[in-house]
């Protein structure tokens, strides 16, 4: 198979970690004979300083040229506490979402039984948890109206019919594919744009009746997840939601710097960690590679190359199993090298 993939590293962590998902994937290519090119865009604050835009057209044309998009991260302090700056990071990843269409953020949490004791939650609660966050991801209050003056300010959290069915379809469809039990989160007792979510969902669920479909309010859903987690096989949620709940799931399984997620719609695919751009870490070689390192697995599976996403997880998992991990697995003390992970990741590739 021929491969085009856009990389885009991004601030902070970003460039330190997307050299691991790019090694892993030509790894896995060089073994299975793929033909993969990448090609390399700049986007967030590395684009503002470079171009003052923080999705210049260029990296937007790249990514349209391209089959997938690997991304690692976005976001600079020197943006976080300045209300007045007119262009943000964060803007140049929004626009790369709403100009590539990608409406169904997937979000899955996984528990890996070697770090249950690195939970926050106790290893007999989170232990087989596994489920996946099917946030929406171009509507909602993050693009709704907005305005902003010293007096006043909002945002509307506007929803269509076709924004709702879409997301829906998405997520019944993995819901049929997993363990059949889709958790619709709303705050339908409060909100309209819920009621609505609501509506269409118990429409839709009358055509998916092998699919067990429930409802839940967000601030129960938020306290289900920690004193419950194995309940969740799918959850399906609007923008906000989603922000919020996927954070809170992403630590279930010990480490933020685990997980990946991929962005999917009508453009290029977009695969990118959980994790933000930690900017405190940047060039100390600390962070962990394993989002992006599995985020280059959904990419790869994607294309239903399943095989090679398998070898990458399986890779991974030999990581986590040795402890050849960094520190926020380890403790500081006895952690190794987000190159030296990436690079012993890279090997067991090579070597299985
Ligand atoms: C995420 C991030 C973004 C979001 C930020 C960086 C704009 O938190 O991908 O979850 O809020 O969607
Ligand atoms: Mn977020």
Redesign the pocket.
């Known amino acids: 198979m021929d491969l085009k993939i856009a990389v885009l590293p991004g601030d902070g962590i970003g460039p330190e970690i997307s050299t691991h998902g790019v090694n892993a994937i030509q790894a896995v290519c060089d073994k299975f004979g793929h033909n993969v090119t990448f090609s390399y865009g700049i986007v967030g604050a590395a684009a503002i300083e470079a171009v003052g835009d923080p999705f210049p057209e260029r990296t937007f044309k790249l990514c349209q040229d391209s089959d997938a998009v690997l991304f690692s991260a ?2 600079d302090p020197k943006y976080d506490n300045n209300p007045s700056a007119k262009v943000r990071p ?1 803007q140049g ?2 626009a790369m979402r709403k100009k590539l269409g990608l409406f169904a953020n997937i979000r899955p949490v996984e528990t890996f039984k070697c770090l249950l004791h690195k939970s926050p939650l106790k290893p007999e609660i989170v232990n087989g948890a596994d489920f996946l966050c099917i946030r929406e991801l171009t509507g909602g209050m993050y693009f709704g109206k907005k305005h902003e003056s010293d007096t006043e300010a909002y945002d509307t959290n506007s929803y269509t019919r076709h924004e709702i069915e879409r997301i829906l379809k998405v997520a019944f469809e993995y819901a049929t594919r997993r363990r059949r039990h889709l958790t619709v989160v709303d705050k339908a007792n409060v909100l309209a744009s819920s009621r609505l979510w609501r509506k269409i969902a118990q429409e839709m669920a009358a055509e998916y009746p092998e699919v067990t479909t429930d409802f839940m309010y967000v601030d129960n859903a938020a306290m289900r997840l920690i004193q419950d987690p194995r309940f969740f096989d799918v959850i399906v949620t609007e923008n906000t939601f989603g ?1 919020i709940l ?1 954070d809170e799931g992403s630590v279930i399984s010990g480490s933020m710097g685990l997980l990946p997620s991929a962005s999917t719609g009508t453009g290029t695919p977009v695969f990118e960690p959980i994790h ?1 751009s930690w900017p405190e870490a940047k060039g100390k070689n600390i962070a962990n590679p394993i989002a992006q390192i599995l985020s280059a697995a959904m990419l790869l599976e994607y294309f239903n190359l399943m095989e090679e996403g398998a070898l990458i997880r399986k890779a991974v998992k030999a990581s986590l199993d040795e402890k050849f991990s960094t520190p926020d697995i380890t403790g500081e003390k006895h952690g190794h090298g987000t190159s030296a992970v990436g690079q012993w990741i890279v090997e067991y590739i090579q070597r299985h």
């Open positions: 976005v976001g964060e990843l929004l922000d996927t933000g």
